[in-house]
């Protein structure tokens, strides 16, 4: 199995693997433009035939025959029925776009890569045994994660557009829409949207949603049209939770919104072109009414009333907020690697060098399990320092990121700075996890403020 894996060290095999998982995780999210879409098609296309065809070399023709045919059937709508099979047990994502099968031709690529590279020969010690297995495991693991599925944008405030249709459309096509007909107009509720998982989830982020969710639901569901800009619409509709009387501009909410329920009002406030505004008041049936202070859609006060007597005071953040305790978040971690980057050097220069001595079996043990500690300190410092909730496999991302960071750097400490005392290696491994807490702050700072 090693002999065969051994051939996934290639250097343009382990660029494609690496360029797949940094767009998936990183790129895709920052830019959101054609070229992140397609590149993970390209890559893909050329990494999953090349593992396969590494693993069962007997097979390689067929299984890049298989890979393009598994291509076109994936990218079609034809796989939709076994998307939905499979998202039962294991949440899967697709977008059909037949400008996708434009990395077809890097099947050939791949081809010509396996049948023209010579064997790969590498010595048979414990280092490229390691490398190989990971370089498989890392491959495994960006088969699964370029297909998970986005982050759905729910929605605190009712949300709807005002569209132009003629019929009503089937409303088991669309999980994220309810529809109300008005003779020639058709009403939207928007439920929720699907989006790439945000930085931040924020008020703020939940408007750039709102942007354009006229545009958005009409180019989701077909025989619709938009409303002329600037036509002020007003009226009722019923629905499960209650009456909503509703001011449109064009298509957008703009203006009081009320919802009213056995002939009491249970919601009140006020739109700007689909964005809330003003003070929104919630009551229930217990007399408990709740008031939302928001401005230009953030909130930023929370309060709640029980018999006209206030229970509690709550202050939100806004994203101005957030990004001003962010930069005194990164403040105080690089002021805390500066300590302890002074403390190190304080060992190193006043213990000699002979107090801590390590037979190499040992030295290798702790540079290859180091990477583990120095992700759990990044784990921690995340979760106390920011809302940090990744899913699987962004966790599973982000250790393999650590490793391939930390691990290099650790063998420098070890066999070439040398330790001094026992502890220094808790001091390295903190240090390595704050600089990767203030990589990935700095990545969500540079994010909330582009």
């Keep these: 199995m090693y002999d065969r894996l051994k051939n996934l060290l290639s250097p343009i ?72 099979l499979v998202n039962t047990f294991f949440p899967l994502q697709r977008t059909v776009d037949p400008t996708d099968l434009l990395a077809l031709p890097v099947l050939l690529v791949g081809w010509l890569h396996v049948k023209g590279r010579k064997q790969i020969v590498i010595s048979n010690s414990l280092l490229p045994r390691l490398a190989t297995a990971f370089i498989a495991i890392v491959t495994i693991f960006s088969f699964c994660a370029t297909s998970q599925r986005p982050y759905l944008q729910s929605f605190d405030h009712p949300q709807y557009v005002l569209l132009r249709s003629a019929v009503t459309p089937d409303v088991k096509l669309y999980d994220e829409f309810e529809f109300y007909r008005k003779d020639s107009l058709l009403v939207v509720k928007v439920n929720h949207t699907y989006i790439s998982r945000p930085v931040m989830d924020d008020d703020y982020n939940k408007n750039r949603s709102l942007e354009d969710l006229d545009i958005h639901a009409q180019g989701q569901i077909d025989s619709t049209s938009l409303m002329p800009p600037g036509k002020i619409t007003a009226l009722t509709i019923e629905t499960p939770q209650g009456s909503d009387a509703l001011r449109f501009k064009g298509g957008r909410l703009d203006g009081m919104f009320t919802r009213t329920k056995n002939g009491r009002m249970i919601i009140e406030g006020f739109y700007k072109m689909g964005i809330e505004d003003s003070i929104w008041t919630f009551k229930d049936s217990s007399n408990t009414v709740i008031k939302q202070a928001i401005v230009n859609g953030e909130r930023t006060k929370v309060e709640q009333f029980r018999d006209c007597k206030l229970v509690s005071s709550t202050g939100i953040n806004t994203r101005a907020d957030s990004i001003r305790n962010i930069y005194i978040k990164i403040g105080m971690l690089v002021l805390c690697m500066v300590g302890i980057i002074l403390l190190l050097r304080r060992n190193y220069r006043k213990t000699p060098p002979n107090q801590l001595v390590l037979k190499a079996g040992w030295k290798w043990l702790l540079c290859l399990i180091s990477p583990i500690f120095v992700w759990l300190s990044y784990l921690g410092l995340n979760i106390l320092l920011i809302e940090y909730r990744p899913d699987i496999f962004e966790t599973l991302a982000t250790i393999i990121f650590i490793f391939m960071a930390t691990c290099p750097l650790m063998f420098v400490a070890v066999f070439r700075i040398k330790l001094r005392k026992e502890v220094d290696i808790v001091w390295y491994c903190l240090l390595l996890g704050i600089a990767c807490s203030i990589w990935t702050i700095s990545g969500i700072l540079i994010e909330l403020v582009i």
């Design 13 to 84: 095999f382990i660029f494609c693997l690496v360029l797949l998982l940094l767009n998936d995780f990183v790129l895709k999210a920052t830019f959101h433009n054609v070229l992140t879409g397609k590149l993970s098609d390209f890559c893909g296309l050329f990494i999953f035939p090349v593992f396969w065809s590494a693993l069962f070399p007997k097979f390689k023709s067929w299984i890049f025959i298989l890979s393009g045919i598994l291509f076109v059937f994936w990218k079609s709508e034809y796989a939709s029925g076994l998307i939905e």
